[in-house]
Nanobody, 123 residues
Framework: QVHLVESGGGLVQAGGSLRLSCIVS????????MAWFRQRAGKERELVAA???????VYGDYVKRRFTISNDNAKESVYLQMNDLEPEDTAVYYC?????????????????WGQGTQVTVSS
């Protein structure tokens, strides 16, 4: 059974930074691509960033170069460095992994989800 285990969320002041981590555990599953999504209160889940095994990445339009996604294939893990955080970034952030798509940039391309980690940015 595949599990995505997230860590690194929390409370931070506006302008601060957080680093989210996600590791695949519980099987020999090798994702074809991984991603971070977020869901703000009352909003639909949206892409933050997605990355291929080779390191190619795409970002949500609102990221504006503040966030960086990276991966470590040897550890089957993905990371999200978030800088210059804004109160509008407050959301539950979800790690995601795909079995088929190299760049799972939409929820429909995701096969596995983490449990979510809360990020709260105070003004």
């Amino acid at each position: 059974q595949v599990h995505l285990v997230e860590s690194g969320g929390g409370l931070v002041q506006a302008g601060g930074s957080l680093r989210l981590s996600c590791i695949v555990s519980g099987s020999d599953f090798r994702p074809t691509g991984m991603a971070w999504f977020r869901q703000r209160a009352g909003k639909e889940r949206e892409l933050v960033a997605a990355i291929t095994r080779g390191g190619g990445a795409v970002y949500g339009d609102y990221v504006k170069r503040r966030f960086t996604i990276s991966n470590d294939n040897a550890k089957e893990s993905v990371y999200l460095q978030m800088n210059d955080l804004e109160p509008e970034d407050t959301a539950v952030y979800y790690c995601a992994a795909a079995r088929l798509f190299s760049l799972p940039a939409t929820p429909q391309r995701v096969d596995y989800w983490g449990q979510g980690t809360q990020v709260t940015v105070s003004s």
